[in-house]
């Protein structure tokens, strides 16, 4: 062989070797911080149509590995918070093995897991169009071989436990346990840029109880501060998409001071907000507080219906019409009010007028009532179930207007506009692009201080061929106490607001993004 050719294969390798070492990370300028560069993707009307956050209220089914023993440390509560990632639109790049292979992951602070395609995929259609994991490639793979599946809002994905080498940026984090996916048993993977999750939840809803990534980071010494935050970049025309600092945060992308609450929960990102305001106007089923969880694996806004409702017929969001809704208000109304005026506890009203048996919780299936009032056959017990479950969102809306001292004229007009605009739990409430600029903001409570969104921050426009369509950012959620009331607060709000996830100190901090 020739010098010229031995000294271009140098060449070539030297720089293979190079960009090897460059990818995936911003540059960490010596501050002992990786920056994790995160693309966005571009949401269509029918993905977000697809979008579901919902509850599985049978904890042994949706975690666990067949031996619901084997993962006991899960079953804490009888209400699993799932997504099926319809909506995502955030993902970064890691590598898996030596050498290592690249995989597009969502980064999502509501699961515990990473998971990737395996080459054991061979029955998925989605597997086929995704980057996926070569076990013989890696001479630093251990086999594990443990069988099990991780419930997503739209099915589950089905694989085995390996063991390999996981590369975040500039950190390799040895003998890393994650999930080879062979069965993808839901089609959002199909249509999107990402192969698949990296969790950065807690080991408590592990499935597998399988220590996550971001734990080992620490662990193995390659951060010194027990914290991750978030940017996300909102401008649609920007190249850098946002993204993730590990082992601190990055001034550059905030202004002012954080503000700081703690956990509430340790399986989740759960915090604790107070009222929800509409143009500075109290929304009232919060005021003493309601769980939040803070998800970077949605981009949607999703919290009781009671509210939802409210914000839909505010920013003026097309919704359902609900007969159930209005034949309560109808029948009943004028009951409803005399109690409420002669100060009647609000939580005794509905079964003082007959309607609720004292066990019924209000937050209980509202999305449920809606859709089978839309179906066919719906028994009479759900009738029943759906009419105690209205009354308690009148008697609450109803309660907020007497607060304001409105008339009782203009308050029934007021709570039945709410019946005929009620969120849509199987597709989106769309909003005129027009209006936009007109809409009044919506305010979160945390840590008693207003975090006001602004129309644009809690509206997706999503380009179609026929031209720009507006969507609401506020879905439906309805989880019962004690759990519940329960909001997730995903891209939309982590959008506006920079968001530190301190597991030191168990608590997260947002700050105004910049």
Known sequence: MSMGIKYCLLVAICIWALS?????ATPSDDD????????????????LKAARIITNRDASHARGLGDTNSNSKVLKTDIIYLKNYYDAQYYGEIGIGTPRQL?????DTGSSNLWVPSSKCVFSIACYIHSKYRARLSRTYTKIGKHCKIPYGSGSVFGFFSQDHVRVGDFVIKDQEFVEVTREGFFPFLTTEYDGVLGLGFQGISVGHVTPVWYDMFFQHHISQQIFSFWLNRDPTARVGGEIVFGGIDWRHFRGDHTYVPLTNQDYWQIEVGDILIANRPTGLCEFGCAAIVDSGTSLLAGPTTIVAQINHAIGAAGIVSIECKTVMYKYGNMIWEYLIEGIRPETVCVGVGLCNGTHHLSTGIASMVYNETQAGSSVGDHESAFCTFCGMIVYWIQVQLKERRTKEKVFTYVNELCERLPNPIGKSFIDCDNIAGMPYISFTIGNKSFPLSPEQYTLRVEENYGTVCVSGFG???????????WVLGDLFLGAYHTVFDFGNLRVGFAKAA
């Open 32 to 47: 002992g911080l990786v920056r994790i560069a995160l693309k966005k993707r571009p949401l269509d009307l029918k993905t």
């Open 476 to 486: 439906a959620l309805d989880v019962p106490p004690p759990q519940g009331p329960l």
């Open 20 to 24: 090897d070492s460059l990818a995936s």
């Open 103 to 107: 995989f597009s992951v969502v980064f």
